[in-house]
């Protein structure tokens, strides 16, 4: 009887320990500092203002560092204000397809990561009419072409005079429907009332996982566990293609 006890304790004890996991796993896991080195950040290609911009934050031992050499193909990333940022021609070699993220800190550390950009994409069709109106705020549905060598891809929804000033409304797209989304009733309220206007919605197809760090039209989700991690450094990069946007008017009943 106390074995059959103590079984069952162990039972529990794994249950409860999953329970807590999975109410916590919406939340940011905080990078450790045993690894030594972290890296956080990513490379954006922006269909809507022909950009692409790379933005990291390098530490060791939890404090960032300022004078070690980020480089991505032969461009090297330059650092301010906390972090080391490169903007790099529309139709530069930074194209779609394999790269490496150079880390380098004196003769202390070197290493290199991997990464992919994806591929571009275009919306190809909306529940809503031509003129996009959407009376009441109700769902709207869209859908878009594949990103190639994307790993999956996000969302986002803003008012189209605040893109690139203010969050939004962002959701990761399922990954069992990765070119189809239901854009929800919440996304065009505030504090539960309706918020009338014109809106945009972006897709952002991603590789890895990458950090926002840089400016994107609405916020990106964040990550709550890292895809680097080796014996000396940890932490989350990746690459996001950023859509053009389509638009939705919201307008009352």
Wanted: charged share 15%; net charge positive.
């Amino acid at each position: 009887m106390n074995m059959r006890r103590f079984y069952i304790s162990i039972l529990v004890a794994v249950i409860l320990a999953l329970a807590y996991y999975l109410a916590g796993c919406d939340q940011r896991i905080a990078l450790s500092s045993l690894k030594g080195y972290s890296v956080e950040g990513a490379i954006v290609r922006d269909m809507h203002l022909r950009s692409i911009i790379a933005s990291a934050q390098f530490k060791r031992n939890d404090t960032i560092l300022t004078s070690a050499r980020l480089i991505i193909e032969n461009d090297t990333l330059v650092y301010a204000g906390g972090y080391y940022t490169k903007s790099f021609g529309y139709s530069s070699a930074v194209s779609s397809g394999e790269h490496y993220l150079k880390l380098v800190d004196s003769n202390l550390f070197r290493d290199s990561i991997k990464f992919s950009i994806p591929g571009t994409f275009n919306f190809t069709h909306s529940s809503l009419p031509g003129d996009r109106i959407n009376p009441g705020g109700a769902d709207a549905s869209f859908s878009w072409s594949p990103s190639a060598g994307s790993n999956g891809c996000a969302y986002g929804v803003v008012k189209a005079d605040s893109s690139y000033k203010i969050n939004g409304y962002t959701g990761f797209v399922p990954i069992t429907i990765d070119t189809l989304i239901t854009v929800p009733r919440a996304a065009f309220r505030t504090s539960g009332n309706l918020d009338t206007g014109w809106y945009y919605i972006y897709v952002y197809a991603y590789a890895g996982a990458p950090e926002k760090m840089t400016s994107f039209p609405t916020a990106f989700p964040s990550w709550p566990l890292p895809n680097i991690v080796k014996d000396n450094i940890i932490g989350n990069w990746g690459a996001v293609v950023v859509s053009q946007p389509d638009s939705i008017h919201v307008v009352t009943q």
